[in-house]
């Protein structure tokens, strides 16, 4: 029921900036958490941000903290990833999703959009 869309992912050089959006249709319960994730060609998908849809703190990777801002905007169903002070070690297919835990671990997220390509250039 629940579907998920990412945009907002291109090519940009060291240093630069990139808003990542995620729109969500369907049925999305106030409950859950909603979250990015990232997976870069050979390597394991990997815990990026996560928000409780009803708000409070968020949850970062310790890779991004200080560079990424997860976000939402209710009224809009979208949820966002400003990602600025890019680096290569960024680039990858970032995914949003949702699930019913306040969690970094990729199970515990059961809704997932179809990703969008970031390529972070040296």
């Known amino acids: 029921q629940a579907q998920l869309v990412e945009s907002g992912g291109g090519l940009v050089q060291t240093g630069g900036s990139l808003r990542l959006s995620c729109a969500a249709s369907?049925?999305?319960?106030?409950?859950?958490?909603v979250g990015w994730f990232r997976q870069a060609p050979g390597k394991e998908r990997e815990f990026v941000a996560a928000?409780?849809?009803?708000?409070?703190?968020?949850l970062y990777a310790e890779s991004v903290k200080g560079r990424f801002t997860v976000s939402r905007d209710g009224a809009r169903h979208t949820l966002h990833l400003q990602m600025n002070s890019l680096k290569p070690d960024d680039t990858s297919v970032y995914y949003c999703?949702?699930?019913?835990?306040?969690?970094?671990?990729?199970?515990?997220?059961?809704?997932w959009g179809q990703g969008t390509q970031v390529t972070v250039s040296s």
């Open positions: 999703a949702a699930g019913s835990q306040y969690s970094k671990i990729d199970r515990d997220y059961f809704h």
């Open positions: 369907g049925r999305m319960l106030s409950s859950w958490t």
């Open positions: 928000l409780r849809w009803r708000g409070g703190n968020p």
